[in-house]
């Protein structure tokens, strides 16, 4: 399959994407953050984050809501949920959204603290989003293959004293749903530099004995 063939998008989703799929997804994180309580499971805070999106004339998804809760932090999408997952007074969580905007995919994700939480889970919060940034600001000044980019993003969280998790996690396109129409590929594996506009980067990390985790996501741009 071709590299052009791969990367293609609606001209018309190109502006909507990045600007109003995109800012609305945000805001919606955030929002949801706002409503999730200590005592809540997973799956209840989940069912809370969808009917926030309805409200907000979300009709459907690209992916399901994932949220994590405390150590839960570690597992990802395809991993089950525990129905004895609940929210503590202190603790940490993430959300990953995937709702369609007017045909248009969104996706966003990131890490949330609750309550006096743990130096470490300070850091790690603040860690995911500067690897994030990092890891973007790379593939911006060096044109580099996505496969690089898995590379440079494996150094880096090593470097400060994560585990990076791509089991999962590998980044993909968005585009006018579906982008499955133009490609199932995922970012870490592309042979080519990806373009602007295209693909999500997700950023996964643990600690190294796997106490919790966070997560941060957004389109490359």
């Not at 199932?184 to 990806?194: G, R, T, Y």
């Amino acid at each position: 399959m071709s590299n052009e063939l791969i990367e293609k998008i609606s001209p018309e989703a190109i502006v909507p994407m990045m600007t109003i799929a995109r800012h609305k997804t945000w805001e919606a994180i955030d929002k949801i953050a706002s409503l999730l309580l200590p005592g809540m499971t997973e799956k209840e805070a989940i069912k809370i984050a969808n009917q926030y999106l309805a409200l907000q004339g979300v009709k459907k998804f690209w992916h399901q809501t994932h949220i994590r809760f405390g150590s839960n932090t570690i597992y990802s999408f395809n991993d089950p949920y525990l129905e004895n997952s609940i929210l503590k007074n202190n603790d940490i969580f993430f959300i990953d959204i995937g709702p369609i905007w007017e045909n248009i995919e969104g996706d966003c994700g990131k890490t949330f603290l609750v309550g006096n939480v743990s130096e470490e889970q300070k850091k790690i919060t603040h860690d995911v989003k500067n690897i994030f940034d990092k890891v973007q600001d790379y593939w911006r000044l060096h044109k580099v293959t996505g496969k690089e980019l898995c590379e440079f993003a494996h150094k880096i969280v090593l470097e400060a004293g994560y585990l990076l998790n791509p089991a999962y996690v590998k980044g993909h396109r968005l585009s006018e749903f579906s982008h499955k129409l133009y490609t199932n590929e995922k970012l870490f594996d592309l042979d080519f530099n990806p373009a602007a506009e295209r693909w999500v980067l997700e950023i996964h990390i643990c600690t190294k004995d796997l106490k919790f985790g966070a997560f941060f996501e957004d389109i490359l741009h």
